[in-house]
């Protein structure tokens, strides 16, 4: 029973057709866990969104910023960017289930020892505290409250994690961790101009994998989110989002059976350019 991670989709429907392909998937057989963007800059969100809900149990999604972000302009939180792709997710006529079904993803699972977030994890967080705090988040968007959190979901404070912090603070820093981080400073405060590669942190900050002492230094994660640091595998590190939207690659990294020493081993496909950087 194949397991494979799969990067940044970003409404790139072509693109994840033709990796599913290479892999040869079969949803009886194989588990997808698609590590956050699923949708918006790409050309057909709407698709990826039924291909994948579709899929059921076999492919298991966490939540991204950008698919945040539909939820939040679907709701009247947010207007629409000028560079949002999303306008036939909301004009369509199944528009109610698929955000329905896209408020009930996760914003972080383990599997096969493996901790699966979009963007990153606080230096002060273990993996059960990563997976406890994701949950706290996801029973509130879930709920009936959802809507009217997504309204306090934005902005850049607090800055810094605290277990003192309550209700929507705390929400937005977790929510701010697992969705946006590439850089902090080694006690967790988080930066979110900076969009350049690890070798451009601003300074007194690092990438957010290279925090000395990290609670989670040992566990391996994997994640998204960060096309300009491009493919990154080591043991304990997989950087899956390979910039699809851009005119690069959709990546996958199928894990190996449980207990074995091997490494992920990736598959990629090419991507038809969707986007140009610095639009």
Same mark, same amino acid.
């Given at each position: 029973?194949?397991?494979?991670?799969?990067?940044?989709?970003?409404?790139?429907?072509?693109?994840?057709?033709?990796? *599913?392909? #290479?892999?040869?998937?079969?949803?009886?057989?194989?588990?997808?866990? /698609?590590?956050?963007?699923?949708?918006?800059?790409? %050309?057909?969100? *709407?698709?990826?969104?039924?291909?994948?809900?579709?899929?059921?149990?076999?492919?298991?999604?966490?939540?991204?910023?950008?698919?945040?972000?539909?939820?939040?302009?679907?709701?009247?939180?947010?207007?629409?960017?000028?560079?949002?792709?999303?306008?036939?997710?909301?004009?369509?006529?199944?528009?109610?289930?698929?955000?329905?079904?896209?408020?009930?993803? %996760? *914003?972080?699972?383990?599997?096969?020892?493996?901790?699966?977030?979009?963007?990153?994890? /606080?230096?002060?967080?273990?993996?059960?505290?990563?997976?406890?705090?994701?949950?706290?988040?996801?029973?509130?968007?879930?709920?009936?409250?959802?809507?009217?959190? /997504?309204?306090?979901?934005?902005?850049?404070?607090?800055?810094?994690?605290?277990?003192?912090?309550?209700?929507?603070?705390?929400?937005?820093?977790?929510?701010?961790?697992?969705?946006?981080?590439?850089?902090?400073? %080694? #006690?967790?405060?988080?930066?979110?101009?900076? #969009?350049?590669?690890?070798?451009?942190?601003?300074?007194?900050?690092?990438?957010?994998?290279?925090?000395?002492?990290?609670?989670?230094?040992?566990?391996?994660?994997?994640?998204?989110?960060?096309?300009?640091?491009?493919?990154?595998?080591?043991?304990?590190?997989?950087?899956?989002?390979?910039?699809?939207?851009?005119?690069?690659?959709?990546?996958?990294?199928?894990?190996?059976?449980?207990?074995?020493?091997?490494?992920?081993?990736?598959?990629?496909?090419?991507?038809?350019?969707?986007?140009?950087?610095?639009?």
């Amino acid at each position: 029973m194949p397991t494979y991670l799969i990067g940044d989709v970003q409404g790139c429907d072509a693109a994840l057709q033709r990796l *599913l392909h #290479k892999i040869d998937f079969s949803p009886s057989r194989d588990t997808l866990y /698609l590590l956050g963007d699923m949708v918006n800059r790409g %050309p057909d969100s *709407l698709a990826v969104l039924r291909r994948l809900r579709a899929l059921e149990g076999a492919a298991q999604c966490l939540l991204g910023n950008h698919d945040l972000h539909l939820l939040a302009v679907a709701h009247g939180v947010r207007p629409p960017s000028r560079h949002d792709t999303l306008g036939a997710v909301l004009q369509a006529h199944d528009r109610s289930d698929l955000l329905l079904w896209l408020r009930q993803r %996760p *914003l972080a699972m383990q599997v096969q020892g493996w901790l699966l977030v979009h963007a990153g994890v /606080l230096p002060q967080w273990t993996a059960a505290q990563t997976l406890a705090l994701a949950d706290e988040v996801s029973a509130v968007l879930a709920s009936s409250e959802g809507p009217q959190w /997504l309204q306090q979901m934005y902005g850049n404070q607090p800055e810094r994690w605290s277990e003192g912090l309550q209700g929507a603070e705390r929400w937005r820093v977790i929510v701010n961790a697992l969705t946006r981080l590439r850089f902090c400073t %080694p #006690k967790g405060s988080m930066e979110f101009a900076s #969009k350049d590669g690890s070798g451009a942190a601003p300074a007194g900050y690092l990438a957010w994998f290279e925090v000395p002492g990290r609670q989670t230094a040992g566990t391996p994660i994997a994640f998204g989110h960060w096309s300009t640091l491009g493919l990154q595998q080591r043991p304990d590190l997989l950087a899956l989002d390979t910039g699809c939207v851009w005119g690069g690659c959709l990546s996958a990294a199928r894990l190996p059976a449980p207990g074995s020493s091997q490494a992920p081993s990736l598959i990629e496909v090419e991507c038809e350019q969707a986007q140009r950087p610095g639009r």
